[in-house]
């Protein structure tokens, strides 16, 4: 079975801090995707990211940068100088083979509160 | 503008009433999904199609039916069956027909439903 696990419910930071959202998954297939998506207040998800499970190279983009270690499971995200802006509900994916590459398995998110 | 178009954004009915949501994008993507979003938790897959004339359930479809008779469209009913259908509604699209490289999900902005 697939599972995605984001253990912090929800953070509070003050501008221009780092955060970091932890994700941690399960899954016994050997290919496989991770995804980052971004939920504001407005409802509307945001994709961010996509990695597959052969690439474990760190990435940055601008301010965020996501961090995929298979010998722990787990695909990090960290928000560099967070602004007010960033606050939303942030939801980690997981897609393989057995379950179909299209079928995404969501944690339950991370809520982030940036104050000024 | 290409994207995907949920109506209507806020929709009350009563109880034991059936209502039809509607999804449309126009992407060009041949999949489309339904999720559910309860308070605190994740999306959970309803119903999917990765192609026109055919569907497949999710985890949690009992109550829901769907059709897919357009490219472009993915109406969803949620039926007097559904016990608890007070939620958040989210549709999306994917470009691939299960090709890895083409499975990051695109989402609308939702249709929240309440029954009273």
């Known amino acids: 079975a697939q599972k995605v696990t984001q253990a912090q419910t929800e953070i509070s930071v003050v501008e221009k801090e780092d955060v970091t959202l932890d994700c941690v998954y399960e899954?016994?297939?050997?290919?496989?995707?991770l995804f980052w998506y971004k939920q504001p207040p407005s409802g509307e998800l945001v994709f961010l990211i996509r990695?597959?499970?052969?690439?474990?190279q760190n990435e940055i983009s601008g301010r965020y940068s996501w961090n995929f270690q298979k010998s722990t499971s787990s695909f990090n995200f960290t928000i560099t100088a967070s602004q007010v802006v960033d606050s939303a509900v942030y939801f980690c994916?997981?897609?393989?083979?057995?379950?179909?590459?299209?079928?995404?398995?969501f944690g339950t998110g991370t809520r982030l509160l940036v104050s000024p | 503008d290409g994207g995907i178009t949920q109506s209507p954004k806020y929709l009350f009915r009563k109880e034991g009433q059936n209502v039809t949501l509607s999804c449309e994008q126009n992407?060009?993507?041949?999949?489309m999904y339904w999720y559910r979003q309860d308070p605190g938790q994740g999306l959970r897959l309803i119903y999917y199609?990765?192609?026109?004339?055919?569907?497949q359930k999710g985890d949690i479809a009992e109550g829901y039916s769907v059709s897919r008779e357009k490219k472009e469209s993915f109406p969803l009913t949620v039926t007097s069956a559904q016990k608890n259908p007070t939620a958040f509604y989210l549709c999306?699209?994917?470009?691939?027909?299960?090709?890895?490289?083409?499975?990051?999900?695109?989402f609308g902005p939702g249709t929240r439903l309440t029954v009273l």
């Open positions: 990695r597959n499970s052969f690439d474990e």
């Open positions: 992407l060009n993507h041949d999949a």
């Open positions: 199609s990765q192609i026109v004339n055919d569907f």
């Open positions: 899954t016994r297939d050997t290919t496989y995707y």
């Open positions: 999306a699209s994917s470009r691939g027909r299960d090709r890895r490289m083409d499975n990051e999900q695109f």
């Open positions: 994916a997981l897609s393989g083979m057995n379950t179909g590459f299209q079928k995404l398995v």
